[in-house]
């Protein structure tokens, strides 16, 4: 079979380029790199060569059909149709890999016996027997990648995944992927290094992964030789000939290189890891040429003049934390610039923050994933030009740290299996439902979810500007519930969200909502200071997804905004607690004569005035005004100004040392009420809402007024499931 072919290879995600580029070195042409994977061509030499010498692919697939599969039925037809006998004998073993991908069959169980199914099926109408099913090194395993309801069907010319290289008998306490060492040493240079005799030091080495990927790659030694198994020798097709080649010419390549091996060494001061470096290192032939100790990293000490420090040190996943792992990191640096001046290093971090305890400027970084963990690898020079201190650590708020550790234990959630799977579900039906509602209804900004499962008590609201952000706010747990059952559920959420949304986890921001009192809702819970624009009714607004509870702008008034926009033109209009000024807002854009926006705290009357601004708004007609409502409605001053319509839109309940008195909506709304009737003109409007769930209006002592109950014409549909969100009335004489 010498003819040209399509094939594709798998990598984990950050990998693609370098893989691209050592597959074109094998030959490959038509290099295209796609998310976690390169797609080429070539004869079948370059598909067993990439299986032989590839230091990065999962595995070598050898693609038979693709087709739609947008129901089980569509996906069983399209498998039975492939001509199986060209690839597999009914007396043989066969086993199927399924992966699903925004797609309508999204049981990975239920799609792989599917498959099954059909090529079962093909056998006994052709054949009248069938193959069997064995899950341990099948005779053919089946690949079948579902994404956006197309199935491609392939033949997985690896069996298992290239990065268990068979040298690797036991692993340490978090084991590092041997592709993913390969990444690391490739992006770090060590080949180049190497080359030019420069020498090797892990000093936190574990199982010995990086040092034995060291040695394999400068001594030209061929990854995947050590394997006593690929999926390839089953196959129908297989040719024997041509693989025994290939392994004759990489066994000569081995036997020429390791005598070429500049010194590698690996220290580790944990004696049980030690021990599985040695044992691994006896595995894959190395004994002699990659040397082990038991001796602490800030001992390291080189023994030439240059060559390259590879260290993948634990950063909170899974060894260590935060408080103990600073420290290390410190020392590390300390060691290198102190003793390990002219060279390079490389360093692997699920935590960036970290990096920088180094004191260290790196050279360049780039992103790698270790499993579903997005990590960073950090390249830097040591030279004293590129020395730093290290800045004091940044002061955190407990709410601020353990949203941090939420974000970092997400990344390595599998969102397709157990509750992440559930939420998922749930989110992409919301997503469905209420996304399309909102785009049909110019709707840009909307809660997706509202605690609608009641094992995951979250509410989940998108806002969208130049891009989409997401704010979370968990709902706290009743003290029954197990605190880690709440924790992990909430870590489900914060993994769901980026990927049924498809936007990047930066763009998802997590508060962990208590109940307040007083102005604690509006005080400062971060201070990180940035501002986001996003659209809602034609007009535009800055919102804060960290600094505070809420973000500026209150979703569930987006009606009550618009009403008041629709009853504004030629009005003097008033907004009392005004927030963010965003009524005063869409009143401005309705066409009012005048606004008078009056809150009590400088920082939102700011806001609110940015708000304005950002609008076109400006010029003396629109007044901003810092004062204490209630103190501002007993000023006598107040008989001289009416107003045409009125928004008030008082907290709960208030308390502040700038306060005179404290304010209950229960208790004071008759005579915040009959002060703002008093400035309304003849013919005005007041609108009055509130967000005490258990409010009740005292009618009798509004006699004389008259009320009407709005509050269900004010619930958007994206708040329906709580229609207790708020009250709001009209109220004139």
Known sequence: MNHSQRFFATAPLGMELLLADELRALGAVDVAETRAGVDFGGELETAYKSCLWSRLANRILLPLDRFLAASPEALYEGIR??????????????????????????????????????????????????????????????????????????????????????????????????NLAAAILLRAGWPKIAETGGHFIDPMCGSGTLPIEAALMASDFAPGLLRPHFGLFGWKKHDGALWRNLVNEAERRCEQGLPKLPPIVGYDVDRQAVRIALENIEHAGLRGYVHVERKAMADAR????????????????????????????????????????????????????????????????????????????????????????????????????????????AKIVDTAEGGAEMFANRLRKNLKNLGRWARQSGIRCYRLYDADLP???????????????????????????DPVKAETRLIHTVAAIPTVLEIPPEQVFLKIRRKQKGLAQY??????????????????????????????????????????????????????????????????????????????????????????????????????????CLEWLDQPSRDKRRFDLIFLDPPTFSTSKRMQQTLDVQRDHPKLIGQCMDLLAPGG?????????????????????????????????????????????????
């Open 302 to 409: 080189p023994r030439h003049q240059f060559g390259l420090i590879a260290v993948n040190p634990p950063y909170g996943e899974r060894l260590g934390d935060e408080k103990t792992l600073v420290p290390l990191y410190t020392e590390l640096g300390e060691t290198l610039k102190h003793h390990f001046s002219g060279w390079k290093a490389t360093l692997l971090t699920g935590n960036p923050e970290l990096a920088f305890k180094l004191g260290i400027r790196a050279t360049r970084y780039y992103t790698l994933y270790n499993g579903a963990l997005e990590c960073r690898l950090f390249n830097f020079d040591i030279e004293p030009e590129r020395f730093f201190s290290p800045r004091e650590p940044e002061q955190l708020t407990e709410a601020q740290r353990k949203t941090r550790e939420i974000f970092r234990k």
């Open 81 to 178: 149709r492939i001509e199986w006998s060209a690839h597999l004998d009914s007396q043989s073993t066969f086993a199927v890999d399924f992966v699903s991908s925004r797609s309508k069959i999204n049981h990975t169980l239920f799609g792989a016996q599917k498959v099954k199914d059909g090529i079962v099926d093909y056998f006994r109408e052709h054949y009248g027997i069938r193959p069997s099913v064995r899950l341990d090194r099948p005779d053919l395993r089946v690949n079948v990648y579902l994404d956006r309801d197309f199935a491609t069907v392939s033949i997985d010319l690896s069996g298992e995944s290239l990065h268990k290289r068979a040298y690797r008998r036991e692993g340490g306490k978090a084991p590092l992927k041997e």
């Open 685 to 733: 409007l007041l609108v009055f809402s509130t967000n005490c769930r258990k409010f009740k209006l005292d009618a009798e002592a509004l006699t004389g007024l008259k009320l009407e109950d709005i509050s269900r014409k004010t619930i958007p549909k994206d708040f329906e499931r709580n229609p207790r969100i708020h009250y709001c009335w009209t109220i004139s004489r």
């Open 455 to 481: 094992e995951y008590a979250v509410a989940v609201d998108v806002y969208q500007g130049e891009r989409t952000w997401v704010h979370v706010q968990e709902y706290e747990a009743p003290s029954s519930i």
């Open 523 to 628: 005080e400062k819970q971060a201070e990180a200071g940035r501002f986001y624009l996003v659209e809602e009714g034609g007009w535009r607004f800055w919102v804060n997804f960290e600094d505070y509870l809420d973000t500026g702008l209150f979703l569930d008034h987006r009606i009550t905004r618009r009403m008041l926009q629709d009853w504004s033109a030629d009005k003097r209009f008033l907004n009392l607690f005004a927030y963010t000024g965003s009524a005063s807002v869409y009143a401005a854009k309705g066409g009012a004569l005048s606004t008078t926006t009056v809150d009590m705290s400088r920082t939102y009357l700011d806001w609110a005035g940015r708000n304005l601004e950002v609008n076109g708004i400006g010029g003396g007609r629109h007044e901003l005004v810092q004062a204490d």
